[in-house]
C-alpha cells in the first residue's frame, strides 16, 4: 500500500461532503420557495439531484476504499458492482441534466411561441426520460460481467482498455450529451446572430440574448467537468496502448471529486433566483434575531 492512499481517501470524502450538503440545502430552497418553481429551476434541481446521487456514490466507494486501506485487504466488497453500476447512472444524469438545460434555453428562444414543449409537464417527462436512460443502459455491464472488481484502485469499473465495452460506456455517459449540447450552443450563438442581422423586434433580441447567456453559465457547467476531468479521458486513452499508471482510477477520481465541487459552486453563482432566496432567507433570520434580541 503507498503511503498517499489514506490522506487521498479522507480528502475525497471531505470533497465529497462539500459537495452534498450545500446541493440538498439548494433542493430543500427550492422545493418550499414558490418563485423557484419555474421550469428553469425545474432543470436546476435536476442538475442538483444529480449532483448529490453521484457523489453519494463516489462517497459511498470512497468509503469502502478508506476502510480497505486502513486494514490493508484487498477484496472484493459487497456493494462494489452495485456501486460501479451506480456511477455510470449518475455521470450520465448529470450530463444529460445539462443537455436539458440546454433545450430548454434553445427552444425558449428558436421557438417561443411553442409552448408546449416548454410546459412543466414535458420538460418533467425529458427528466424522466433521461433517468431511465440512465438507469437502463449501464444493465448490460452487469449481466455481461464487464463490471470487475481492480484490487489496486479499490474500485469496480468496466477496465480500462481498448474494448466495445469501454468506447460505448464513453459515448453513453460522456460523448452523446457534450457533443449535443455544444452542437444546440452553436445554433444558438448562429441563431442569435442572424436576429440581430435582421429586422426583429427589440424584445425578442434582448431575450435571445439574455437566454444565450444563460446558456453560456450551462456551456461552462459542462467545461469546467471536461477541464477537470481530463486526466481521467487521458488515462482512458493511454489504457488503449497499455501505458495508463498503475493506480489510474484513484487518481482519476480525485479529479471528478474536485470537479463537482467546482460545478457546485458555478451552479450557484449562475443561478440567481437560487441567491435571491438564499439572500431573503438569511435576511429575514437575521432581522428576527434582532427583533428577539431587542
Not at 205 to 229: G, N, P, S, W
Not at 247 to 275: E, G, N, S
Amino acid at each position: 500500500m503507498e503511503s498517499w492512499f489514506i490522506p487521498l481517501d479522507i480528502f475525497m470524502i471531505i470533497c465529497l461532503i462539500f459537495v452534498i450538503l450545500p446541493n440538498l440545502i439548494f433542493l430543500f430552497i427550492i422545493v418550499v420557495d414558490r418563485t423557484c418553481h419555474t421550469v428553469p429551476m425545474i432543470l436546476t434541481a435536476n442538475s442538483c439531484l444529480a449532483q448529490v446521487a453521484f457523489a453519494s456514490d463516489l462517497l459511498i466507494i470512497s468509503g469502502f476504499t478508506l476502510y480497505n486501506d486502513l486494514r490493508q485487504i484487498r477484496g472484493h466488497y459487497f456493494l462494489c458492482t452495485f456501486a460501479g453500476y451506480l456511477t455510470y447512472v449518475t455521470c450520465a444524469v448529470l450530463n444529460y441534466s445539462f443537455l436539458l438545460q440546454a433545450f430548454y434555453r434553445y427552444l425558449t428562444v428558436v421557438y417561443p411561441t411553442r409552448v408546449f414543449w416548454q410546459r412543466k409537464r414535458n420538460q418533467l417527462l425529458f427528466v424522466g426520460v433521461t433517468w431511465a436512460y440512465a438507469l437502463l443502459f449501464p444493465l448490460i455491464f452487469v449481466f455481461t460481467g464487464q463490471i470487475v472488481y481492480n484490487a489496486d484502485n479499490q474500485i469496480c469499473q468496466v477496465p480500462f482498455k481498448l474494448s466495445v465495452s469501454m468506447m460505448f460506456a464513453a459515448s453513453c455517459v460522456y460523448v452523446i450529451p457534450v457533443v449535443m449540447t455544444v452542437a444546440i450552443y452553436w445554433k444558438l450563438v448562429h441563431y442569435v446572430h442572424e436576429m440581430n442581422q435582421r429586422t426583429t423586434s427589440v424584445n425578442r433580441i434582448t431575450r435571445a440574448q439574455r437566454e444565450l447567456k444563460m446558456f453560456r453559465r450551462t456551456v461552462t457547467l459542462l467545461m469546467i467537468l471536461f477541464v477537470i476531468d481530463f486526466p481521467y479521458a487521458l488515462f482512458m486513452f493511454m489504457s488503449f496502448f497499455n501505458r495508463a499508471p498503475q493506480y489510474h482510477f484513484r487518481i482519476a477520481y480525485v479529479f471528478v471529486d474536485i470537479a463537482l465541487a467546482c460545478v457546485m459552486v458555478a451552479l450557484f453563482q449562475f443561478t440567481d433566483p437560487l441567491k435571491q432566496s438564499i439572500r431573503q432567507r438569511f435576511h429575514w433570520h437575521s432581522e428576527v434575531v434582532v427583533q428577539a434580541l431587542n
